[in-house]
C-alpha cells in the first residue's frame, strides 16, 4: 500500500524558509514521478512544482526562483524548500506520486498517490 507523508509545514513570517519533506513508502519506483501541489481556502488545488523519472522539474510561475524541489531517490523522499515566502504563499500543501510513465507535470489528474497535506502559514 503506498502511503506519502509530509511533514515540515507550519506559520512563518513573510520573507521566511520553510522546508517541507514527503516521505514515500510501499513501492520500489513510487519516487519516479512526484510532485508539491497546494490548495488555499476557497481556491482550486494548483501544481507548485514537479519533478519527473528523467530528473526534470517543472515549476508554477509563482514560485519560479523562491522553491526548490529535489528528491532523495535512495531514501524515497521528496522536498521542497521555500524561501521568500509570501502571505498568498498561504495554503495545504500536499505531496502527489505516481508510477505511470505519461506526461505529469502539474497536472494534478496525472497523480494517482496523494498525501494527507501539511499546512503552511505566512502573515505579513
Known amino acids: 500500500q503506498v502511503q506519502l507523508e509530509e511533514s515540515g509545514g507550519g506559520s512563518v513570517q513573510a520573507g521566511g524558509s520553510l522546508r517541507l519533506s514527503c516521505a514515500a513508502s510501499g513501492y520500489a519506483h513510487i519516487n519516479e514521478y512526484m510532485g508539491w501541489f497546494r490548495q488555499a481556502p476557497g481556491k482550486k488545488r494548483e501544481g507548485v512544482a514537479a519533478?519527473?523519472?528523467?530528473?526534470?522539474?517543472t515549476y508554477a510561475d509563482s514560485v519560479k526562483g523562491r522553491f526548490i524541489i529535489s528528491r532523495d531517490t535512495p531514501n524515497n523522499t521528496l522536498s521542497l524548500q521555500m524561501n521568500s515566502l509570501k502571505p498568498e504563499d498561504t495554503a495545504m500543501y500536499y505531496c502527489?506520486?505516481?508510477?505511470?510513465?505519461?506526461?505529469?507535470?502539474?497536472?494534478?489528474?496525472?497523480?494517482?498517490?496523494w498525501g494527507q497535506g501539511t499546512r503552511v502559514a505566512v502573515s505579513s
Open positions: 502527489a506520486a505516481d508510477v505511470f510513465p505519461r506526461p505529469h507535470g502539474l497536472n494534478d489528474g496525472q497523480y494517482l498517490y
Open positions: 519533478i519527473d523519472s528523467d530528473g526534470s522539474i
